[in-house]
């Protein structure tokens, strides 16, 4: 009688344990097919680099893959589980195709594209800086008046790499040309800053000298004040327009003449299309300024009074 009572209870139990759930293929295949564009997000980046960082497929949150990963196991995936998508790049680990049911990965390696995911995504994007330091540094040394943006990009990039994690700082991504890691990249972005601040220098040390020389031009002849600071400016413009006096048919040189001058007139390019015909009145050193914008030639030179 103690056994039979055994045996019933056994049999009770067991019919009373929980069965193992059944895994929701359709849940596991929705989650599959929102995976798989991270799958081709990561194999993009790892073969591409900055090239893609524009890309749609970059805009996720990473949270947005790890949350497909808890659907899929929700759903009764385990690591072994197969996510058959239509798709999936062949470089990632564990890839299979078959002819019947398509290309898969397994839960564990789209666990690992989730990770790569978080990693690459903010290395990719600040590898966009660096991009734009590298051409910074490759046009300064042809034109100094670079300076001040070369500075202002190369602090923006630093920026960019100051805020990655660890393993972000230690992919090699592909920038243009080169593969670089983001470590390497701060490295390039700091020569930058200081390249750029000492062309910057040197060009407000020349500006200044260039500025000192005209001025002693113009300050020879007696110029100073208002009209001193109109004429320096002019010049220093790109060579200066050049000064009419009325009828805007004879150009007046003569730095003395201009210094004396009590009208004189300026053609430049208007902001329509036309000709902007300036004219400056001077009583001593000070002036006033009117101008017009003229279509017509003719009517420019009748301007010119």
């Known amino acids: 009688m103690k056994n039979r009572v055994r045996v019933v209870s056994a049999f009770v139990l067991l019919l009373v344990a929980p069965s193992p759930a059944l895994a929701d293929d359709a849940a596991i295949k929705k989650a599959a097919e929102r995976l798989l564009g991270f799958g081709h997000a990561v194999a993009e980046m790892k073969s591409k680099g900055v090239e893609v960082a524009g890309h749609g497929f970059l805009d996720p949150a990473p949270s947005k893959c790890t949350d497909?990963?808890?659907?899929?196991?929700?759903?009764?995936?385990?690591?072994?589980?197969?996510?058959?998508?239509?798709?999936?790049?062949?470089?990632?680990?564990?890839?299979?195709?078959?002819?019947?049911?398509?290309?898969?990965?397994?839960?564990?390696?789209?666990?690992?594209?989730?990770?790569?995911?978080?990693?690459?995504?903010?290395?990719?994007?600040?590898?966009?800086?660096?991009?734009?330091?590298?051409?910074?540094?490759?046009?300064?040394?042809?034109d100094a008046s670079?300076?001040?943006y070369a500075v202002a990009e190369g602090k923006t990039c630093l920026e960019a790499i100051e805020g990655l994690g660890a393993a972000s700082l230690e992919v090699a991504v592909k920038i243009g040309e080169a593969t670089m890691t983001l470590e390497e990249g701060r490295t390039l972005c700091q020569r930058l800053v200081d390249l750029g601040g000492k062309a910057s220098k040197q060009q407000a040390a020349a500006a200044g000298a260039k500025r000192a020389e005209i001025e002693a031009k113009w300050k020879k002849v007696g110029m100073k004040g208002d009209r001193l600071k109109l004429f320096v400016e002019n010049?220093?413009?790109?060579?200066?327009?050049?000064w009419y006096a009325k009828g805007c048919t004879t150009e007046i040189t003569d730095p003395k003449k201009l210094a004396k001058a009590k009208t004189l007139f300026m053609w430049t390019a208007g902001a329509n299309g036309g000709t902007l015909v300036s004219k400056y009145v001077f009583k001593g050193n000070k002036y006033k300024e009117t101008a017009r914008e003229y279509f017509d030639d003719a009517k420019a030179y009748r301007g010119c009074k």
Request: with cysteine; charged share 20%; proline share 5%.
């Open 146 to 148: 670079l300076g001040s």
């Open 68 to 142: 497909a990963l808890a659907e899929a196991e929700k759903a009764g995936a385990t690591d072994e589980t197969r996510l058959v998508a239509s798709g999936w790049p062949d470089t990632l680990p564990s890839y299979q195709y078959h002819s019947s049911a398509g290309s898969s990965i397994s839960l564990a390696a789209a666990r690992d594209v989730c990770a790569d995911y978080a990693v690459w995504k903010p290395a990719v994007k600040a590898a966009v800086a660096v991009q734009t330091a590298q051409s910074y540094l490759r046009n300064l040394d042809a």
């Open 235 to 242: 010049e220093l413009d790109g060579g200066g327009f050049p």
